[in-house]
T-cell receptor, first 110, second 118 residues
Framework: AQRVTQPEKLLSVFKGAPVELKCNYSYSGSPELFWYVQYSRQRLQLLLRHISRESIKGFTADLNKGETSFHLKKPFAQEEDSAMYYCALSPGGGADGLTFGKGTHLIIQP | GAVVSQHPSWVICKSGTSVKIECRSLDFQATTMFWYRQFPKQSLMLMATSNEGSKATYEQGVEKDKFLINHASLTLSTLTVTSAHPEDSSFYIC??????????????FGPGTRLTVL
């Protein structure tokens, strides 16, 4: 069975500082990895997926198969980045249900 | 675009009663809908996968007779919690995946339904 681990429940950084939210996964095949974000009082929304290789709102994430990691990074944090971030895995490219990590609450201090 | 709604947004019921939660894709047709539950301060856990016109596929440990899922159309899936008990109190979230010719499918999430069983 697959598993997603987000070791940090809470991460607090100052505005302008770099941010890295960690995500490790375990799965025997080649999964698809996602980052979802949930802003206060809003629904879960997709931030980015590894196959897209794009930068969304300044965030990037690289899939490292050797380390089975998919860390989320942003060079300069902004206050509006404060939210709950979930790393998720799909065995079947999104056609299957997602396995979520427990989430990291990111707080950007002014 | 790609909006998913859930109804009701919250519900309180007595132990032993049944509760139906609706999940609708408002502006697209959803080949597949998923149901998740989230306990306080915990992550979302997949309960079942629902394809239009066929029986839902339940995750291990989820009782299919307790959590009845019906996906009657390409825009509507329902989750019925039968004979609800206090331990069923949770946040239930659905997601919908549109019909697409692309090689991957994005899931769009509903706002969730808070169920409290007294």
């Amino acid at each position: 069975a697959q598993r997603v681990t987000q070791p940090e429940k809470l991460l607090s950084v100052f505005k302008g500082a770099p941010v890295e939210l960690k995500c490790n996964y375990s799965y025997s095949g080649s999964p698809e990895l996602f980052w979802y974000v949930q802003y206060s009082r809003q629904r879960l929304q997709l931030l980015l997926r590894h196959i897209s290789r794009e930068s969304i709102k300044g965030f990037t994430a690289d899939l490292n198969k050797g380390e089975t990691s998919f860390h989320l990074k942003k060079p300069f944090a902004q206050e509006e980045d404060s939210a709950m971030y979930y790393c998720a895995l799909s065995p079947g490219g999104g056609a299957d249900g997602l396995t979520f990590g427990k989430g990291t609450h990111l707080i950007i201090q002014p | 675009g790609a909006v998913v709604s859930q109804h009701p947004s919250w519900v309180i019921c007595k132990s032993g009663t049944s509760v139906k939660i609706e999940c609708r894709s408002l502006d697209f047709q959803a080949t597949t809908m998923f149901w998740y539950r989230q306990f306080p301060k915990q992550s979302l856990m997949l309960m079942a996968t629902s394809n239009e016109g066929s029986k839902a596929t339940y995750e291990q440990g989820v009782e299919k007779d307790k959590f009845l899922i019906n996906h009657a159309s390409l825009t509507l899936s329902t989750l019925t919690v039968t004979s609800a008990h206090p331990e069923d109190s949770s946040f239930y979230i659905c997601s919908a995946s549109p019909k697409t010719s692309r090689g991957y499918n994005e899931q769009f999430f509903g706002p969730g339904t808070r169920l409290t069983v007294l």
